[in-house]
């Protein structure tokens, strides 16, 4: 009789909506069958979650298709039932709603949830112990991205400073999103095809374990205010966006990891977030900083994202950097592999107390913004300890410095702090091999320690700018060590299971997000000089073909050109690879821009007469396209069409106008720009675009309606002052 107690109590619990931990002696089959066919279906106890085929349930009013309200329940869906928020036709932008909503009860479990079609594929509020196991969510809200091959626009970026109140979600959506829910447990979710993979906000002990939240078009895995979690063989990978190979690598605030506003002593062991914007972005928070809130000054003391654990991570090949974690305290970085980022490694502005130890670095910088480049960045940092790396083919291995930076030096949280001063940063026992620079550090305030660090075919070993303060460290170089008695959660090896899709060029962005890697694409490459540039991805490209007055020019790799067969006029054409399904249309047009780049003095918004005579005498090129992409750099620097742009011409305070004369057909036409910084369009000698001031990478546009075709002139001038610069004029028919 009393062995029969554990069955009896577990039959009786599953009766009641609960269950035996640990235990499920009735099975699945046992649960009740709950067939969801409509909305606002309230789930009180445990049950099995049987969806018809091809029905779509929209959740109406925002607060759940399936709504758990009761304590205990276990939610297992049965194998291929999927619960559709939206038809697979819908565009991304238009999903809404919630699949699963599951508010104010503990110990709920959701087993083998499959959901498509929904802004929130499950969101759980006040929810403790929650767990999560085998769902699959995809096909989730994403925003439209405007950046393009040729350039970026200023409206993708994300902006995630603020989250108090909910923006983060409401923004972007997400896969799975936990709000205050302690010591919640999520394994084996998977994620595809959305902007947000797994999302968790102002909750302590999270457990996060063998996921995977790939290929996403904004974070990965994204904490605010999280405590004590640990997160571990799971792959953020490819959650990118604004990035275009050899254009321009922005990232606009993505990352596979995403740590923001106070999230402390987290662990992240064994994770890869490769190809992302950042592999990591953490920020201390602006209330740590001081701009929401009022406290004292003691409260600011040591607040930021602290104490967290990153070990024997993958955090290479991001658009912008491999980890970033800045306004922050005592954080361990070890033992980590950060190769192929485009600005740097690491970079760790305002922070103090960080341990960077053990880690790989290499190939770092190449797509750098100025001196920000290579393995390790700091500025204004203190305390900082740099031991036993190895730096490889950087573009500078470590790199310190001071500067006046009067806003964020008054803010409470850095004066509370040290007020920016630096001192105690420590560069010892690294191995540098083939970096033109290995440490270079200028207008520190405090001494830098240095000593037992080894070469081998470096450029410069130390470079030093002024007051800049450098001591040999005395003694023995400090000792770390890894955390002993650390057991790595999970069973799958994600670290290294992608390097096969080799670094950055691996990004290729789609209209909605990064290209997956498997199902089949045609992408826009941009524009040359010799027509539209497109690649076939994941199709035998000989299946592709063009209907139009144009020309398909094969290339190869997949990629293909096609042209106008008249030079100078547009002609629309459609692209279809019937085999694989894709379609592709556009616009083929080889124009000839007339070009001028000059230095300039003085504001051109002040008066134009000085501005425009030395337009006038600055040497024409011709180009077929107007797109310049100058970066940190200026005329003197881009490469456009097999020719430096302007040689003589530094990288600010420059000008841009350009001419054009085109044959268009009878129809709407719209023109548009992308400036950094002010931009003015003419067509036939009237103003039709209009942005003359100091800006950062923004897009306008105008339109140019025509009764009949004929020949339009358009004349574009650009001004820059200082900082990055873009100047992209697109000439399209109107959708």
Same mark, same amino acid.
């Given at each position: 009789?009393?062995?029969?107690?554990?069955?009896?109590?577990?039959?009786?619990?599953?009766?009641?909506?609960?269950?035996?931990?640990?235990?499920?002696?009735?099975?699945?089959?046992?649960?009740?069958?709950?067939?969801?066919?409509?909305?606002?279906?309230?789930?009180?106890?445990?049950?099995?979650?049987?969806?018809?085929?091809?029905?779509?349930?929209?959740?109406?009013?925002?607060?759940?298709?399936?709504?758990?309200?009761?304590?205990?329940?276990?939610?297992?869906?049965?194998?291929?039932?999927?619960?559709?928020?939206?038809?697979?036709?819908?565009?991304?932008?238009?999903?809404?709603?919630?699949?699963?909503?599951?508010?104010?009860?503990?110990?709920?479990?959701?087993?083998?949830?499959?959901?498509?079609?929904?802004?929130?594929?499950?969101?759980?509020?006040?929810?403790?112990?929650?767990?999560?196991?085998?769902?699959?969510?995809?096909?989730?809200?994403?925003?439209?991205?405007?950046?393009?091959?040729?350039?970026?626009?200023?409206?993708?970026?994300?902006?995630?400073?603020?989250?108090?109140?909910?923006?983060?979600?409401?923004?972007?959506?997400?896969?799975?999103?936990?709000?205050?829910?302690?010591?919640?447990?999520?394994?084996?979710?998977?994620?595809?095809?959305?902007?947000?993979?797994?999302?968790?906000?102002?909750?302590?002990?999270?457990?996060?374990?063998?996921?995977?939240?790939?290929?996403?078009?904004?974070?990965?895995?994204?904490?605010?205010?999280?405590?004590?979690?640990?997160?571990?063989?799971?792959?953020?990978?490819?959650?990118?966006?604004?990035?275009?190979?050899?254009?321009?690598?922005?990232?606009?605030?993505?990352?596979?990891?995403?740590?923001?506003?106070?999230?402390?002593?987290?662990?992240?062991?064994?994770?890869?977030?490769?190809?992302? +914007? #950042?592999?990591?972005? @953490?920020?201390? %928070?602006? /209330?740590?900083? &001081?701009?929401?809130? !009022? $406290?004292?000054? =003691?409260?600011?003391?040591?607040?930021?994202?602290?104490?967290?654990?990153?070990?024997?991570?993958?955090?290479?090949?991001?658009?912008?950097?491999?980890?970033?974690?800045?306004?922050?305290?005592?954080?361990?970085?070890?033992?980590?592999?950060?190769?192929?980022?485009?600005?740097?490694?690491?970079?760790?502005?305002?922070?103090?107390?960080?341990?960077?130890?053990?880690?790989?670095? +290499? #190939?770092?910088?190449? @797509?750098?913004? %100025?001196? /920000?480049?290579? &393995?390790?960045?700091? !500025? $204004?940092?203190? =305390?900082?300890?740099?031991?036993?790396?190895?730096?490889?083919?950087?573009?500078?291995?470590?790199?310190?410095?001071?500067?006046?930076?009067?806003?964020?030096?008054?803010?409470?949280?850095?004066?509370?702090?040290?007020?920016?001063?630096?001192?105690?940063?420590?560069?010892?026992?690294?191995?540098?091999?083939?970096?033109?620079?290995?440490?270079?550090?200028?207008?520190?305030?405090?001494?830098t320690l240095v000593g037992a660090n080894r070469h081998e075919d470096v450029?410069?070993?130390?470079?030093?700018?002024?007051?800049?303060?450098?001591?040999?460290?005395?003694?023995?170089?400090?000792?770390?060590?890894?955390?002993?008695?650390?057991?790595?959660?999970?069973?799958?090896?994600?670290?290294?299971?992608?390097?096969?899709?080799?670094?950055?060029?691996?990004?290729?962005?789609?209209?909605?997000?990064?290209?997956?890697?498997?199902?089949?694409?045609?992408?826009?490459?941009?524009?040359?000089?010799?027509?539209?540039?497109?690649?076939?991805?994941?199709?035998?490209?000989?299946?592709?073909?063009?209907?139009?007055?144009?020309?398909?020019?094969?290339?190869?790799?997949?990629?293909?050109?096609?042209?106008?067969?008249?030079?100078?006029?547009?002609?629309?054409?459609?692209?279809?690879?019937?085999?694989?399904g894709l379609e592709g249309r556009g616009v083929a047009m080889v124009l000839?821009?007339?070009?001028?780049?000059?230095?300039?003095?003085?504001?051109?918004?002040?008066?134009?007469?000085?501005?425009?005579?030395?337009?006038?005498?600055?040497?024409?090129?011709?180009?077929?396209?107007?797109?310049?992409?100058?970066?940190?750099?200026?005329?003197?620097?881009?490469?456009?069409?097999?020719?430096?742009?302007?040689?003589?011409?530094?990288?600010?305070?420059?000008?841009?106008?350009?001419?054009?004369?085109?044959?268009?057909?009878?129809?709407?036409?719209?023109?548009?720009?992308?400036?950094?910084?002010?931009?003015?369009?003419?067509?036939?000698?009237?103003?039709?675009?209009?942005?003359?001031?100091?800006?950062?990478?923004?897009?306008?546009?105008?339109?140019?309606?025509?009764?009949?075709?004929?020949?339009?002139?358009?004349?574009?001038?650009?001004?820059?002052?200082?900082?990055?610069?873009?100047?992209?004029?697109?000439?399209?028919?109107?959708?």
């Amino acid at each position: 009789m009393f062995r029969r107690l554990p069955l009896l109590l577990g039959l009786v619990l599953a009766l009641l909506g609960g269950r035996a931990p640990g235990q499920d002696p009735t099975g699945d089959a046992a649960l009740p069958l709950l067939v969801v066919d409509r909305d606002d279906v309230d789930v009180l106890t445990s049950c099995r979650v049987r969806v018809p085929a091809d029905v779509v349930v929209r959740d109406v009013n925002g607060d759940g298709v399936l709504r758990v309200r009761a304590a205990g329940v276990r939610l297992v869906f049965e194998a291929g039932a999927t619960l559709r928020g939206a038809p697979a036709t819908e565009e991304p932008d238009q999903r809404q709603g919630i699949g699963i909503s599951v508010r104010g009860v503990a110990d709920v479990r959701i087993e083998g949830a499959r959901l498509r079609g929904f802004k929130l594929g499950i969101e759980a509020r006040e929810a403790p112990r929650l767990v999560v196991l085998d769902a699959d969510l995809a096909d989730g809200f994403r925003q439209r991205l405007h950046s393009t091959p040729e350039a970026e626009d200023a409206v993708d970026w994300l902006y995630p400073h603020r989250n108090d109140d909910g923006e983060w979600s409401r923004g972007g959506g997400a896969a799975l999103r936990l709000l205050r829910c302690d010591d919640a447990r999520i394994e084996r979710v998977r994620v595809r095809t959305s902007q947000n993979g797994i999302m968790i906000e102002d909750s302590a002990s999270p457990l996060v374990v063998d996921g995977d939240a790939s290929f996403l078009s904004g974070w990965g895995l994204a904490l605010w205010r999280v405590r004590d979690g640990t997160f571990a063989r799971s792959a953020f990978d490819f959650c990118v966006r604004g990035y275009s190979h050899g254009v321009y690598n922005r990232g606009q605030d993505s990352a596979g990891i995403l740590i923001f506003e106070q999230c402390v002593r987290n662990r992240f062991l064994e994770c890869s977030a490769t190809h992302g +914007g #950042d592999g990591v972005f @953490g920020f201390g %928070g602006i /209330e740590a900083l &001081g701009e929401v809130g !009022e $406290h004292d000054e =003691d409260w600011y003391r040591r607040r930021g994202c602290n104490d967290n654990l990153f070990l024997g991570n993958d955090f290479s090949h991001a658009a912008a950097h491999g980890l970033e974690m800045t306004f922050s305290f005592g954080n361990r970085i070890l033992e980590n592999r950060l190769v192929g980022n485009a600005i740097c490694g690491i970079w760790g502005g305002y922070s103090q107390d960080t341990l960077i130890a053990g880690n790989l670095f +290499g #190939d770092n910088g190449e @797509g750098a913004y %100025g001196r /920000e480049r290579g &393995g390790v960045n700091v !500025e $204004h940092g203190r =305390d900082n300890r740099i031991l036993d790396n190895a730096f490889r083919g950087d573009r500078c291995g470590v790199h310190l410095w001071w500067d006046e930076d009067p806003g964020l030096l008054a803010k409470p949280g850095v004066v509370a702090n040290g007020g920016g001063r630096t001192a105690r940063n420590v560069v010892a026992g690294n191995l540098f091999v083939g970096t033109p620079v290995a440490l270079e550090v200028r207008g520190e305030k405090g001494a830098t320690l240095v000593g037992a660090n080894r070469h081998e075919d470096v450029g410069r070993e130390l470079v030093t700018g002024p007051d800049a303060a450098i001591a040999a460290l005395e003694g023995t170089p400090p000792t770390w060590a890894a955390p002993r008695g650390i057991r790595v959660p999970g069973a799958t090896r994600p670290v290294g299971a992608r390097r096969a899709l080799g670094g950055r060029e691996a990004i290729v962005m789609t209209p909605w997000g990064p290209w997956d890697h498997e199902t089949p694409w045609l992408a826009r490459e941009g524009r040359g000089p010799d027509g539209d540039r497109w690649r076939v991805l994941g199709a035998d490209p000989e299946g592709l073909a063009v209907e139009g007055e144009v020309e398909l020019v094969a290339g190869e790799g997949g990629r293909v050109v096609v042209r106008p067969r008249v030079a100078g006029t547009p002609r629309p054409y459609r692209l279809r690879h019937a085999a694989a399904g894709l379609e592709g249309r556009g616009v083929a047009m080889v124009l000839d821009w007339r070009v001028r780049a000059f230095a300039t003095a003085g504001d051109p918004r002040a008066g134009g007469e000085a501005w425009r005579a030395a337009a006038a005498a600055a040497p024409v090129r011709r180009l077929s396209a107007l797109r310049l992409p100058f970066g940190g750099g200026g005329p003197g620097d881009l490469v456009v069409e097999g020719a430096v742009l302007a040689p003589e011409v530094a990288a600010d305070r420059f000008g841009v106008v350009a001419e054009l004369e085109v044959e268009l057909p009878a129809g709407r036409w719209t023109v548009v720009t992308t400036s950094d910084d002010g931009v003015r369009v003419r067509a036939d000698g009237r103003v039709i675009l209009e942005n003359w001031t100091h800006h950062g990478a923004t897009r306008d546009e105008a339109t140019i309606d025509l009764a009949e075709a004929r020949r339009v002139r358009l004349e574009v001038e650009y001004f820059e002052l200082d900082g990055a610069a873009v100047l992209d004029v697109r000439l399209a028919p109107a959708r």
